[in-house]
């Protein structure tokens, strides 16, 4: 019995994003054509399950191909072997290098080496992703680490051009970069309950206002290393706490502007003097690099969980901060209010992304 059959031969890769997906997660060939046959695909393609294997084993090959061009995404729009459609490449790069949230959780602040890859085990029981998975995930992390930390200029614009990630992705490697190389103290467990899109606002702040790039945007490392000199400066803010005039003028200033405003204004009034030197210690130890690594465990205990034990809002947190930040421009002998600024307006932004009421 003759069989005709309809052929057409081209050199566009044919790629389906679901099988994509499925590779990327960690499958199996087999449990990723188990899963796309519970998904329908024979009724969808008319097919019957070894063409599904076939076509499945097939795109696999192809992507396994393609990885060592993804490892550096700009090689992939230059090369020849595969004739990949722009937009298509896009989606390529883009899935390549996302992760999930609970993962990169996991790892944040962690040292990229093969110490922490030894834990990926427990990582990937602990939060349900693949240990193939975790492995791509992780020397994604590294690997941009390895390209952006000796560049010059802006961190998230070196990660977008190197990379050809969308400014979302760039930024929130930037995040992952800018915790690794200052190695944040991020595993315990009073910060559980922040996310890892907390945490990456709040890096972006850091990036943005506490970094040599933030004054100068071409000098070494600029966007990966604190602003030492700025560092420096924050001790001149011990004033605010060791001057007993200044202290008390700062609190009868806050205070007055409180009066009337919120329920929580006698526990404001109360705790100043605690929560001011919570706030200012914070700062002047921030040359040391055990104190860097504390940032976000200082700022929780010294200043968040005492207001949260108060019963605060996180409109009362913003009222107070306002006012606190504001009226240091009014202190008659406090001469720092660059330096001032500069600081608390890192920390209200952190502290309102934190602070969950």
């Known amino acids: 019995m003759a069989v005709e059959l309809d052929v057409f031969v081209g050199n566009t890769i044919i790629m389906s994003e679901e099988v994509y997906q499925l590779w ?51 090689k992939l729009a230059n090369q020849l072997l595969f004739q ?63 390209v952006v930390e000796e560049l010059k200029g802006p ?56 970094t040599v790039g933030a004054v100068d945007n071409m000098v070494e490392d600029m966007d990966v290393d604190l602003d030492k000199e700025f560092l420096q400066e924050l001790k001149e803010l011990k ?21 009337g405003k919120t329920k929580a204004f006698n526990e404001m009034e109360a705790n100043f003097k605690n929560l001011s030197r919570g706030l200012v210690n914070i700062a002047t130890k921030l040359t040391n690099t055990k104190d860097v690594r504390d940032f976000f465990i200082d700022l929780v205990e010294k200043f968040i969980e005492p207001c949260r034990s108060d019963r605060w809002t996180a409109a009362d947190m913003k009222l107070y901060l306002t006012h606190y930040t504001n009226s240091a421009h009014i202190l008659d002998t406090f001469k720092h209010q660059v330096v001032w600024d500069r600081y608390m307006g890192v920390i209200k932004s952190c502290i309102f992304k934190m602070y969950h009421d």
């Open 24 to 74: 990327l997660d960690g499958y199996t060939v087999n449990d990723a054509v188990k899963v796309r046959m519970d998904g329908g695909a024979l009724d969808e393609f008319e097919a019957n399950a070894d063409v599904v294997q076939s076509d499945t084993m097939d795109q696999y090959r192809t992507f396994q191909m393609c990885e060592r061009l993804l490892h550096s995404p700009t």
């Open 84 to 146: 990949i459609p722009p937009h298509r490449q896009a989606t390529l790069i883009e899935r390549y290098y996302a992760f999930d949230d609970g993962f990169v959780r996991e790892v944040l602040g962690k040292k990229l080496s093969k110490g922490t890859k030894k834990d990926l085990d427990d990582i990937s029981a602990k939060t349900g992703v693949m240990l193939k998975s975790c492995r791509r995930q992780f020397d994604n992390f590294k690997r941009v680490f390895k």
């Open 155 to 210: 961190l998230v614009e070196n990660i977008r051009q190197h990379f050809l990630l969308s400014d979302k992705l760039a930024r929130d490697y930037a995040a992952i970069v800018f915790f690794a190389n200052n190695r944040f103290e991020t595993g315990k467990r009073k910060l559980q309950y922040l996310t890892f899109q907390d945490l990456a606002f709040c890096a972006g702040q850091l990036i943005n206002n506490w």
């Open 239 to 259: 004033v605010l706490i060791t001057d007993k005039d200044l202290l008390d003028q700062h609190k009868s200033l806050v205070c007055t502007a409180l009066r």
